[in-house]
Nanobody, 123 residues
Framework: QVKLIESGGGSVQAGGSLTLSCAAS????????MAWFRRAPGKEREFVAA????????SIEDSVKGRFIISGDSTKNTMYLQMNNLKPEDTATYYC????????????????WGQGIQVTVSS
C-alpha cells in the first residue's frame, strides 16, 4: 500500500519561504510522476506543480512560476516544493499526489494522495 506524507507546512508572513516535503512509502511504490495541488478555502482544488520521477521534466502553474520550485530525490522517495516570496493568496491546504502512468495536471488521474498540509500566509 502506497502512502504519501506531507510535511513542512506552517504559517509565514508575506514574502517568506517554506519548503514542503512529500515522502512516499510502500513496497510497490513506483511512480511515473508526482505533483502538488492545493485547495484554498471556498475554492476548487488546483494544480501547482508536477515532476516526473525520473526528474527530467517539470510543470509549474503560471501563478507560482518564478516563486515555487519543485524537485525530488528518488533515492529518498521524496518530493519537495520550495515556496519563495509567498503571498496571502498562496494560503491553502497543499496536497501531494502520485501516479504510475500519466504526465498530467489533472487531479483525477493521480492514484495516490497525501492527507494534506496547511500553509497560511499573512499580510
Amino acid at each position: 500500500q502506497v502512502k504519501l506524507i506531507e510535511s513542512g507546512g506552517g504559517s509565514v508572513q508575506a514574502g517568506g519561504s517554506l519548503t514542503l516535503s512529500c515522502a512516499a512509502s510502500g513496497e510497490s511504490f513506483s511512480a511515473f510522476a508526482m505533483a502538488w495541488f492545493r485547495r484554498a478555502p471556498g475554492k476548487e482544488r488546483e494544480f501547482v506543480a508536477a515532476i516526473t520521477w525520473a526528474l527530467d521534466r517539470t510543470s509549474i502553474e503560471d501563478s507560482v512560476k518564478g516563486r515555487f520550485i519543485i524537485s525530488g530525490d528518488s533515492t529518498k522517495n521524496t518530493m519537495y516544493l520550495q515556496m519563495n516570496n509567498l503571498k496571502p493568496e498562496d494560503t491553502a491546504t497543499y496536497y501531494c499526489a502520485a501516479d504510475d502512468q500519466h504526465w498530467t495536471r489533472v487531479a483525477g488521474f493521480y492514484d495516490w494522495w497525501g492527507q494534506g498540509i496547511q500553509v497560511t500566509v499573512s499580510s
